[in-house]
């Protein structure tokens, strides 16, 4: 398994949407990560931790309940930074072919009435969760995935070429 992208991102320059993170191939098959990324890094406030958590199980349980894509999930859940989710398919489809999924999910979120998985028995902070600022951050991505359906940059990421330190190394963010 050897492919190591030959670019990094320009965080400085990233705006939210839709990107391939990494492409892994195993054998014949291939596996995708996507960065669902709604906040600019740097550059604005993040996403609410609580609102994060419930984003987490609402679009979660929504993609692998939804008939079309369940098979191919195999894993939703919040970058460290709190500016964006990783999304993990099976195969290596190009980030525009989610964009219909990606809208469809966080629109969902603004009809759901509880966040679901939030027992003791079913969460690991099931204290921590606040729809009302969940919903909040999903309509915004959506409206603004709306407005941009057509704006490239919504789902190629800025490059820029990689830094090579002073050993002499390749530096590699992930
Ligand atoms: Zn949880």
Not at 49 to 66: F, G, K, P, Q
Not at 123 to 136: D, F, I, P, T, V
Request: glycine share 6%; net charge negative; proline share 5%.
């Amino acid at each position: 398994m050897e492919l190591i992208q030959s670019f990094s991102v320009d965080h400085t320059r990233i705006v939210p949407g839709i990107f391939t993170s990494r492409v892994d191939r195993l054998g014949d098959y291939s596996v995708t990560t996507y960065d669902i990324r709604l906040k600019r890094p740097n550059r604005e406030p993040v996403i609410d931790v609580a609102a994060m958590h419930s984003l987490e199980h609402l679009i979660a349980t929504y993609l692998r309940n939804d008939p079309d894509w369940k098979d191919e999930v195999i894993y939703w859940g919040p970058m460290g930074c709190l500016t964006g989710f990783y999304l993990i398919l099976k195969g290596s489809r190009a980030p525009r072919e989610l964009y219909g999924l990606m809208l469809s999910a966080f629109r969902a979120v603004n009809d759901a009435r509880e966040v679901p998985g939030t027992a003791p028995e079913n969460c690991g902070y099931w204290r921590m969760h606040n729809l009302e600022m969940a919903k909040w951050y999903a309509s915004e991505f959506a409206a603004y995935l709306e407005a941009n359906a057509d704006n490239d940059d919504i789902f190629e990421y800025p490059r820029a070429e990689r830094l090579v330190t002073g050993d002499g190394q390749r530096f590699f963010d992930s």
